[in-house]
């Protein structure tokens, strides 16, 4: 059983397009991510949420929209595609968000390679 | 200066040779360090903590220098199955709020050949 899921696993899409990408997770975790792994290999955060509640927001696009319907879902809308975006896009989660000292396992999804030509 | 810098690799190694990574990072007050490993088109995998005190397990020992700033991870008799890139990661409060974020740096990949 996949403990954190997304899809679609792949994304290929014209700029200018908007498109969805979608996270579960059934590890009964309060705490969900967005993470983005560009073509240099650097993984940074762009979000967080807490039981449906943003608590991180890096500095990210506004074209870039994360909505939390419940605490086992993440989902990142995308508007306006560019190709800057092509990416690999993960989502993790966490039984609590990470806070102060606690040292938390973050556990990630398989990714979704978006490509947008 | 990157946040957290790891000399990209590869590391080419035999089976059963010991190997070391290095890290180092920018932020005094991160509060946390791990290793992470991913595989070729695969998702970050949590490898260990790093403790003050150092840390073994198994075959993989990880060292952490505050003063310096700088971690290190060791693996022991390689096997080919330890082939991946390795990703430093340090954790450090972004907010008042107290919640903290991961900061990945870019991964030492390792190549064990038989």
């Known amino acids: 059983d996949t403990a954190v899921s997304q899809t679609p696993k792949y994304l290929v899409t014209q700029m200018g397009n908007d498109k969805s990408i979608k996270c579960e997770q059934n590890?009964?975790?309060?705490?969900m991510y967005w993470y983005k792994q560009d073509s240099k290999k650097f993984l940074k955060i762009m979000f967080s949420?807490?039981?449906?509640?943003?608590?991180i927001n890096e500095t990210v696009p506004n074209r870039f929209s994360p909505k939390s319907p419940d605490k086992a879902h993440l989902n990142l809308h995308i508007n306006s595609l560019e190709l800057g975006d092509s990416a690999v896009y993960f989502c993790?989660?966490?039984?609590?968000?990470?806070?102060?000292?606690?040292?938390?396992?973050?556990?990630f999804g398989p990714g979704t390679r978006l490509t947008v030509l | 200066r990157k946040e957290v810098e790891q000399d990209p690799g590869p590391f080419n190694v035999p089976e059963g040779a010991t190997v070391a990574f290095n890290c180092t990072y920018s932020?005094?007050?991160?509060?946390?360090f791990f290793w992470y490993r991913q595989d070729c088109r695969k998702e970050p995998k949590l490898l260990m903590s790093?403790?003050?005190s150092g840390n073994e397990d198994g075959r993989f020992t990880a060292q952490l220098n505050r003063a310096s700033q700088y971690i290190s991870l060791l693996i022991r008799d390689s096997k080919l199955s330890d082939s991946a890139t390795y990703l430093c990661?340090?954790?450090?409060?972004?907010?008042?709020?107290?919640?903290?974020?991961?900061?990945f740096g870019k991964g030492t990949m390792l190549l064990v050949s038989p």
């Open positions: 590890l009964g975790h309060d705490t």
């Open positions: 990661v340090v954790m450090a409060a972004r907010s008042v709020s107290g919640y903290s974020t991961l900061t």
């Open positions: 932020n005094s007050a991160s509060q946390s």
């Open positions: 790093v403790y003050s």
């Open positions: 949420y807490n039981n449906k509640e943003l608590i």
């Open positions: 993790a989660s966490s039984q609590v968000p990470q806070r102060f000292r606690r040292v938390v396992v973050q556990f």
